[in-house]
């Protein structure tokens, strides 16, 4: 029930395209999703998060939309550039059950944006 | 804001030695820090979570004594790999929560590689 199931494992995108990302929880008690972006040998950078009161919040390029029903969310890069290639993942914490800032991830996204 | 440090950036030890990583919150103070471990091409995996003066909560398989854990101050955590082999060769990243609970800034991560 801890689980974050991301999809799909990589991903290939011609630059300006969109890039879709998706992730499913079981937990209705996670109440925090942020996303990361990766680069190799390189520590995990905060991209963009939402909590489960809104169903979609932009910033930029990037977009979560987030469907409480299904308790799943996603991940939205318009425009994709060469420089957007990098690993991302998916999280989800809550802050009850004494799992203040906990972070459950996803399996990882490897994306590819080709010029 | 909000910088994590983490030192070394690598470092290449001889098997059944042991190695000591630092963690730092350089502009901001750190109630909670947060370890990980990442494989090449995998997840993070939480090892532990300090909390500053106390005991580290060591997640389900983790060894404690074999990663030993120290969250002295508000700013610095270490993470001793006691007696490594060369299976403890990975990727060793470790985050931090300040004022906001949600949000986790991570480091830049620190290459261990045992020989």
């Known amino acids: 029930q801890q689980q974050v199931k991301q999809s799909p494992q990589s991903l290939i995108v011609q630059k300006g395209g969109i890039s879709i990302i998706n992730c499913a929880y079981e937990?209705?008690?996670?109440?925090?999703f942020p996303w990361y972006q990766q680069f190799p040998g390189k520590g995990p950078a905060l991209l963009i998060a939402?909590?489960?009161?809104?169903s979609e919040k932009k910033e930029g390029r990037f977009t979560i939309s987030f469907n409480k029903s299904a308790k799943q969310f996603s991940l939205h890069i318009m425009d994709s550039q060469p420089g957007d290639s990098a690993t991302y993942f998916c999280?989800?914490?809550?802050?009850?059950?004494?799992?203040?800032?906990?972070?459950?991830f996803g399996q990882g996204t490897e994306l590819s944006v080709k010029p | 804001g909000a910088v994590v440090s983490q030192h070394p950036s690598w470092v290449i030890c001889k098997s059944g030695t042991s190695v000591k990583i630092e963690c730092r919150s350089l502009?901001?103070?750190?109630?909670?820090m947060f370890w990980y471990r990442q494989f090449p091409k995998q997840s993070l995996m939480l090892m532990a979570t300090?909390?500053?003066?106390?005991?580290?909560?060591?997640e389900q398989g983790v060894e404690k004594d074999k990663f030993l854990i120290n969250h002295a101050s508000l700013t610095l955590s270490t993470l001793t790999v006691t007696s490594a082999h060369p299976e403890d060769s990975s990727f060793y990243i470790c985050?931090?929560?300040?004022?906001?609970?949600?949000?986790?800034?991570f480091g830049p991560g620190t290459r261990l590689t045992v020989l």
């Open positions: 300090s909390n500053e003066g106390s005991k580290a909560t060591y």
């Open positions: 502009d901001f103070q750190a109630t909670t």
């Open positions: 999280a989800a914490s809550t802050m009850i059950y004494n799992q203040g800032g906990k972070l459950i």
């Open positions: 937990n209705t008690a996670f109440d925090y």
């Open positions: 939402i909590r489960p009161d809104v």
């Open positions: 985050s931090a929560i300040g004022a906001s609970p949600d949000t986790q800034y």
